[in-house]
C-alpha cells in the first residue's frame, strides 16, 4: 500500500512539475543550478511526506485507542496494549524519507530536464504517468487478490461443521485445587460427582467430561503401533482424547459401528474408540472393529470397541486427522485441569449460571470458566476473521488509491488534450465519440495492469494456502476474475468523470487554448 501510495504522489507530482515549466525555467534562466532546484524540489516534497506521516501517527493513536476496546472472540480473555514506542516513531520517520526519495526524485529531475529542454515531447511525460498508473493498478490488485482470498475463506469457514453440535451444548473449564487434588481416585470421585450434580439440572439432557475439547487445546502423539493379529507396524500421528462414557451423545458425534465405553469393561485390555480417518490409514486392511494392537510402551494392549465421525480439533479449517479416545475413567490423569460439555433442552446461554452454581457446589474452591460451546470455539475462525480484515481494508484502501491515481491521470491527460478535443469537434466527432476515446484510454490502462497484477498475484498468493480452508486454493479463477472484474469497473467509474469533462467542451475555447 506504501508503494501504492508512492507511485500515485509521484504521478501527481509530475503533473505538478508540468505545470511549473515555465517557473523553473526561470530559475534556471537567473543562475540557479540543477541540483539546487532538485534540492528544493525535493524539499517540498519531504514537507508532503512528514505531513503525511504526522497526520498517520496522530490517526494510529485514535486508531489503537479503539482497537484495544475490542473483545477479541477466543476463548481465552486476552487484552490488546497498541502503546508506541520509539522503535515505531523510528521507524515512521525513516519511511517518510524514503518516501520522499520514491515518490520526489524522479519527478524532480524529468521537470528539471524539461524545463531545460523546452522543445522535448510532453508524451514522454504522458508515458511515465501511464507507466506509474499500471504499477499502482497492478499492484492494487496483488493485494486486492489476498484481500478476496481471506473474505472467500471466512465465508466458506462459516459453513464447515465442526463435526459436533455446538448450537445446543454447553462448556465448563475447571481447574481442581493442585494442593487437595494430588491423588488420582480423588479426581475420579470429582469427575462422578461433578457430572451427577450437572445432569440432574432441569433442561440438560446429558452431560459428560473430558481430557480436551475440541478448540480449546489438542494432544497429538505420534510413534508406532503394533497390530496384534498381524505383527505389523504402522506408523502412527493421530489426536488423542480420553473421555467420559457419554461423551459422544452429548457432543452430537454419530457412532458408526460399535458402542461407547463400558463400566466393568476387561481390565486386561484398554477400550479404544476411533475414527473413521484413523480406521482407514492404519486398520484398513481388516474390520477394524475388535481389533487388537500395542503403543509404545504400554504393555496393556489397545481394543477398538467402535468407530465414530470425525470432528475438527484446532481450526475449523483443517484436513480429517485420525483421533483416538480412551476411557477418562481408565487413563492416570495427571492434570488438575477437567472439562466438562453438556447438552442442553432449552437455550444453552439461559443454563450457564446454573452449570456455574452446579459445579461451584462440588467444589468451591476450583476455578470455573461457563460457556456456550458455540462462543468458546470462536478461537477457530479468528484467523480468517483477522485475515479478512486485514488483506480486505488493505486491499481497499490500495483500490481508493489506483482509482484516484488513474482519476488525476485521465483529468490530466484530457487537459492536455484539450486543443486536441477541440479540433476533433471542430472536424465532426461527436460528444460520444470524444467520450468513448477517453474511456477507452483508460481501459487500455486497466487492461495492461490487470495483466500485470495478475502474473505476479498468481505466484505471491501462494504462500497464503496454509491459512485457507480445504478446497480453497490460492490459484482459484474465481478470486482472480472477481478482483479483475472490480477492478475494471472501478477504473472505468473512476474515468468516467474526465470522459464527461472532455465531452463537454467547448470547440471554440479549446482552439484558442494556449
Request: charged share 15%; glycine share 8%; proline share 5%.
Amino acid at each position: 500500500v506504501l508503494m501504492i501510495a508512492c507511485v500515485n504522489v509521484a504521478s501527481l507530482l509530475l503533473a505538478r512539475g508540468s505545470a511549473r515549466r515555465q517557473e523553473l525555467a526561470i530559475r534556471l534562466s537567473l543562475g540557479a543550478g540543477r541540483g539546487r532546484l532538485v534540492q528544493q524540489l525535493l524539499v517540498e516534497t519531504a514537507m508532503l511526506s512528514f505531513a503525511g506521516v504526522a497526520f498517520g501517527l496522530v490517526l494510529r493513536e485514535a486508531l489503537a485507542a479503539a482497537v484495544e476496546q475490542i473483545q477479541l472472540p477466543v476463548p481465552i480473555p486476552i487484552r490488546l496494549h497498541l502503546s508506541l514506542d520509539w522503535r515505531v516513531t523510528l521507524y515512521a520517520i525513516l519511511l517518510a524519507g524514503v518516501a520522499t526519495v520514491a515518490c520526489g526524485l524522479l519527478p524532480a529531475w524529468r521537470s528539471i530536464r524539461h524545463s531545460i529542454s523546452p522543445s522535448l515531447r510532453r508524451e514522454g511525460r504522458m508515458r511515465l504517468q501511464r507507466g506509474l498508473v499500471i504499477a499502482q493498478l497492478a499492484l492494487s490488485l496483488i493485494v486486492l487478490t489476498a484481500g478476496f482470498l481471506f473474505l472467500r475463506n471466512l465465508w466458506r469457514s462459516t459453513g464447515i461443521s465442526p463435526g459436533f453440535d455446538v448450537r445446543h451444548t454447553i462448556y465448563a473449564d475447571v481447574n481442581l485445587p493442585p494442593q487437595e487434588y494430588k491423588d488420582l481416585a480423588r479426581k475420579r470421585v470429582y469427575v462422578i460427582q461433578a457430572l451427577r450434580e450437572l445432569t440432574a439440572l432441569p433442561g440438560i439432557e446429558s452431560a459428560a467430561a473430558a481430557r480436551v475439547i475440541p478448540f480449546t487445546a489438542g494432544t497429538r502423539f505420534g510413534g508406532q503401533l503394533k497390530l496384534l493379529d498381524t505383527g505389523k507396524t504402522v506408523n502412527t500421528f493421530y489426536y488423542w482424547n480420553a473421555v467420559s462414557p457419554d461423551y459422544f451423545r452429548t457432543m452430537g458425534i454419530a457412532i458408526d459401528r460399535g458402542q461407547t465405553f463400558q463400566a466393568g469393561a476387561d481390565a486386561a485390555t484398554r477400550p479404544a474408540i476411533v475414527n473413521r480417518m484413523f480406521a482407514q490409514r492404519y486398520l484398513a486392511d481388516r474390520d477394524p472393529l475388535g481389533r487388537m494392537f500395542r503403543y509404545g510402551d504400554n504393555k496393556t494392549p489397545y481394543v477398538v470397541v467402535g468407530i465414530v465421525g470425525g470432528t475438527k480439533n484446532l481450526s475449523i479449517g483443517e484436513e480429517d486427522q485420525p483421533q483416538l479416545y480412551e476411557d477418562l475413567a481408565r487413563i492416570d490423569n495427571d492434570r488438575t485441569r477437567v472439562q466438562f460439555v453438556l447438552r442442553s433442552a432449552t437455550p444453552p446461554a439461559t443454563q450457564l449460571q446454573a452449570v456455574h452454581a452446579a459445579l461451584r457446589r462440588v467444589e468451591p474452591n476450583a476455578g470455573l470458566e461457563v460457556a456456550t460451546l458455540y462462543s468458546s470455539i470462536g478461537l477457530a475462525f479468528f484467523p480468517s476473521q483477522v485475515g479478512a480484515a486485514l488483506l480486505g481494508g488493505i486491499g481497499g484502501l490500495g483500490l481508493i488509491l489506483a482509482t484516484i491515481g488513474l482519476y488525476g491521470v485521465m483529468v490530466y491527460s484530457v487537459s492536455r488534450r484539450t486543443r486536441e478535443i477541440g479540433v476533433r469537434l471542430a472536424l465532426g466527432a461527436s460528444r460520444r465519440d470524444i467520450a468513448f476515446m477517453v474511456l477507452a484510454s483508460a481501459a487500455k490502462l486497466i487492461l495492461i495492469g490487470s495483466a500485470v497484477g495478475l502474473l505476479f498475484a498468481f505466484f505471491l498468493v501462494k504462500p497464503l494456502a496454509m491459512f485457507l480452508v480445504p478446497g480453497l486454493q490460492p490459484s482459484d479463477p474465481v478470486s482472480f476474475v472477481a478482483v479483475a472484474a472490480l477492478l475494471a469497473l472501478t477504473g472505468l467509474a473512476a474515468a468516467w468523470g474526465p470522459a464527461r469533462r472532455a465531452a463537454a467542451v467547448d470547440p471554440m475555447t479549446s482552439l484558442r487554448y494556449e
